[in-house]
C-alpha cells in the first residue's frame, strides 16, 4: 500500500469511532459527483470519499483566473440555465447568482448576425426590413417538407430550408461533430431553436445566471463538509481496491468502467486555445461562431459572461477533434444502441450507480445533470428506508468492490 492510500486507509477508519472505511466512493468531482456528495454527507449523515483525475473539482464547468487574473473556463464557456425552479433552488444554497444571458452571433458572410436565426437574422442578412409575420411567411416558402424529423438536417431544413441551414448548421456541425448533420439524431441541432421575434438570447429559460464568485467557489462550498473526503489528481483505479467503501457512484465515461468490452463508445473531443488580448473588449458579444471558415467552431470572452471588469480580456478558440478528453456523447442510433449494451452491464453491477454526462452517455446540460444526480439520491435513499425496513443495514459491512 503506498502512502496516499495508507493515509486514506487511516482517514476512513478514524472518520466516525467504531465504523471503518467510507460509505460512499464517488468517482468524479464534475455536477454529478458533487451533488451526490453533498446530498449524503449532508442529508443521510453518509462518509464520502470523492476522487477526482484531474487536479481540482468541479469537473468541466471548472473555473479559475488566468496568469493575467481574468476569470476563464478552462473547459470552455459555461452558461447556467434552467426551468426548473427547485434546480435553480437547490443550487441556491451555495452560490449567490449574477444574471446573464447569453448572447451570440455567427459570422455569416462577412457580417455578424444574431444565432438563433431570428428577425433581424433574416433582415440583415438579406438586407430587408421584414416584419414578424412576413417573416414567417418566409420561412414556410423556403421550408422542405418531411415526413418524418429524424436527423439534424431534417429538423433545419423542415423549418427554414436548405439555404440557411447550409449557412449556419451544415458546416458548424461538419466541423463539431465530423459528420454530416443527415448523420446525427434530431436532438443536436434541435437545441437551437428558430425565431420570428427580435428575442436574441441564445437561452429561452426561466432561469439564466451565473455563479457570482464563480463555479469552483460554488463546488468548494457544496463540498465543505466534515464527512467529505477530496481527492484529486487521483484516478479511482488507484485506490479502489485499498480504500474500504460499501458503494460507489461512477460519472466517468461507462465504457471506461467496463474496460470498452463491448468496443469504444464514440465521444467527441475538443481542443481550447486560451488567448489573452492587450485591449479591453475583444467582440462585442459572450460567443461568436464560425458556421463555415476557420478550423474553429466559436470564440467565447469571458468578460461577458462573468462580468468581471479587467484592462484586458481572454478569450477561447475551440477546435473539435477526435482523441483527447471526452466532452460530448454523439448521438447516433448505433452508439445508443452500443450505450445500452453497457448500461445493461451497469444495472446488473452491484455496489455501483452511475450517472452524469458520460457515464449515463446522455448530451446534458449542467442543469440536467443536477436533476438526474438529485433524482438518483432519492433513489439511493429511497432504496436504503427500504433495506432498514427488511431489517439490513447498509453501514454495516464494507465489502469493496
Ligand atoms: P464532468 O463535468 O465531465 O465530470 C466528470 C468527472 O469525472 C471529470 O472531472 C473527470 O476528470 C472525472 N473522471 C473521469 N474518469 C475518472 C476516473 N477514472 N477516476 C477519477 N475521476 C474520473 N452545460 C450547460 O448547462 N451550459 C453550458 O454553457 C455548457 N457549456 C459547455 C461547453 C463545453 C465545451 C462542454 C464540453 C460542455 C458544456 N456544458 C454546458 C455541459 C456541462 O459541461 C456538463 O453538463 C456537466 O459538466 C456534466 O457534469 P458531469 O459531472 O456529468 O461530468
Ligand atoms: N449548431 C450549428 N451552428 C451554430 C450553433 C449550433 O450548426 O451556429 C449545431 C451544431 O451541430 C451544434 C449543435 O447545434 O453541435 C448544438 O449547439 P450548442 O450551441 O447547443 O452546442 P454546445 O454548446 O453544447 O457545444
Known amino acids: 500500500m503506498d502512502k496516499i492510500s495508507q493515509d486514506l486507509a487511516r482517514a476512513a477508519a478514524a472518520t466516525v469511532p467504531g465504523r471503518a472505511g467510507f460509505d460512499y466512493l464517488i468517482v468524479g468531482a464534475g455536477f454529478a459527483g458533487s451533488v451526490l456528495a453533498e446530498r449524503l454527507a449532508n442529508v443521510m449523515g453518509k462518509r464520502v470519499l470523492i476522487v477526482d483525475k484531474r487536479p481540482h473539482i468541479g469537473g468541466n464547468a471548472y473555473d479559475r483566473y488566468d496568469d493575467h487574473g481574468v476569470l476563464i473556463h478552462p473547459y470552455g464557456p459555461h452558461i447556467f440555465h434552467t426551468n426548473s425552479e427547485d434546480i435553480f433552488q437547490y443550487l441556491s444554497q451555495f452560490t449567490e447568482w449574477r444574471p446573464y444571458q447569453h448572447r451570440v452571433l455567427a459570422s455569416v458572410d462577412g457580417q455578424l448576425v444574431p444565432m438563433p436565426i431570428n428577425l433581424d437574422t433574416i433582415n440583415k442578412l438579406y438586407g430587408l426590413s421584414l416584419t414578424s409575420f412576413e417573416v414567417e411567411k418566409f420561412f414556410e416558402s423556403v421550408a422542405e417538407k418531411k415526413e418524418e424529423i429524424r436527423t439534424s438536417e431534417d429538423v433545419v431544413v423542415s423549418k427554414v430550408g436548405r439555404e440557411l441551414y447550409n449557412k449556419f448548421f451544415r458546416g458548424y456541425t461538419r466541423k463539431q461533430w465530423d459528420l454530416d448533420p443527415s448523420e446525427l439524431d434530431a436532438s443536436v441541432t434541435a437545441r437551437v431553436p428558430t425565431r420570428t421575434n427580435r428575442d436574441d438570447r441564445y437561452f429561452a429559460d426561466k432561469f439564466q445566471a451565473m455563479p457570482r464568485h464563480g463555479y469552483t467557489r460554488m463546488f468548494e462550498r457544496m463540498l465543505d463538509h466534515p464527512n467529505i473526503k477530496v481527492m484529486t489528481n487521483t484516478d479511482y483505479r488507484e485506490i479502489v481496491d485499498v480504500v474500504p467503501w460499501t458503494h460507489m457512484i461512477y460519472s466517468g465515461p461507462i465504457d471506461a468502467y467496463f474496460d470498452c468490452k463491448y468496443g469504444k463508445l464514440p465521444y467527441r473531443s475538443l481542443r481550447f486555445e486560451h488567448v489573452n488580448v492587450p485591449q479591453e473588449q475583444f467582440q462585442p458579444v459572450g460567443t461568436v461562431n464560425y ?23 481572454s478569450v477561447v478558440y475551440e477546435y473539435p477533434c477526435a482523441e483527447g478528453d471526452p466532452y460530448y456523447p454523439v448521438p447516433q442510433p448505433q452508439n445508443a444502441q452500443l450505450y445500452k449494451r453497457y448500461e445493461a452491464e451497469a444495472e446488473a453491477t452491484p455496489n455501483v450507480t452511475f450517472v452524469g454526462r458520460l457515464a449515463t452517455y446522455r448530451y446534458y446540460n449542467m442543469d440536467q445533470v443536477v436533476g ?16 432498514a425496513e427488511a431489517g439490513l443495514n447498509l453501514s454495516a459491512a464494507p465489502v469493496g468492490r
Open 291 to 313: 458556421p463555415n471558415d476557420y478550423g474553429y467552431t466559436r470564440i467565447s470572452e469571458f468578460k461577458h459572461i462573468t462580468g468581471q471588469k479587467h484592462p484586458t480580456t
Open 372 to 387: 438526474q444526480a438529485l433524482a438518483t439520491f432519492k433513489r439511493l435513499q429511497q432504496a436504503e428506508c427500504e433495506r
